[in-house]
């Protein structure tokens, strides 16, 4: 059983049930092999706290940056919500050993895997929700992002796209994007390329711009927000 009061010490909450943090750092994988187990994985606490977690960031760069447009919000929640940056933030508070996983993942490296440290992370913002209120869920996330965000807007909210466009595709199909030129038009000088991004026999996006390169990253784009379309919608 995983030790919660230190766990709890790491966080800087005291839990009124406990039960809920220890479920939160269960993973799938130890279930499959000890299914007497009573407390159950963490897979439905990180879905909820996956929607805290984009909650409490929108709030906060609406209510702190209020020279902000929506798209540029939209783009620097995506980087301070993705996968990488959680898991970053999960190794921050050694998250990963507190993680109870069948023996298999672990021998292959699963505490330290981006997917276990990011739902864990996620699943541990729903169990400090749940027990001890928005408020409480609320400052634990605003501290653990807090180097994050300054990153995030030293850094002019340069999102790439391209890098976040695989890590969903690779997350969601087990499978790598890729981008295939379709036209070029204009002369030597000032040409525009096409080019469209695809998965298998899909096309998720088609770009434009002055270089290949520019071409690719728009394309990525669009595939972007029409993944998150279909997957709010």
């Known amino acids: 059983m995983t030790d919660s009061n230190q766990l709890q010490a790491l966080l800087g909450i005291t839990f009124n049930e406990p039960s809920l943090l220890e479920q939160a750092v ?26 805290i977690l984009g909650y409490i960031v929108a709030e906060k760069l609406y209510q702190e940056f209020p020279d902000l447009t929506e798209g540029e919000m939209t783009k620097l929640r995506a980087a301070l919500v993705r996968r990488d940056t959680l898991a970053r933030m999960a190794r921050g508070i050694r998250l990963g050993d507190f993680l109870l996983m069948g ?14 440290l990011a739902g864990a992370l996620e699943a541990v913002i729903a169990a400090v929700y749940l027990d001890r209120g928005v408020d409480i869920a609320r400052e634990l996330v605003l501290r653990l992002l807090d180097k994050e965000i300054s990153k995030a807007i030293s850094h ?61 990253k728009e394309a990525a784009r669009l595939a972007l927000d029409r993944l998150v379309g279909d997957f709010t919608g």
């Open 26 to 51: 269960v993973h799938s994988s130890y279930i499959n092999e000890n299914p007497a187990f009573t407390l159950g994985h963490n897979e439905r606490l990180e879905f909820l706290g996956d929607a």
């Open 156 to 216: 002019g909210m340069s999102i790439d796209y391209k890098s976040r466009l695989q890590e969903i595709i690779q997350s969601r199909y087990q499978l790598a994007p890729v981008y295939r030129l379709v036209a070029e038009a204009g002369p030597d000088h000032d040409k525009t390329f096409t080019v469209e991004v695809m998965v298998g026999d899909s096309i998720l996006g088609k770009g434009t711009g002055k270089s290949k390169k520019l071409a690719e």
């Open 103 to 116: 023996k298999g993942e672990e021998a292959s490296g699963g505490r330290n895997k981006t997917p276990n």
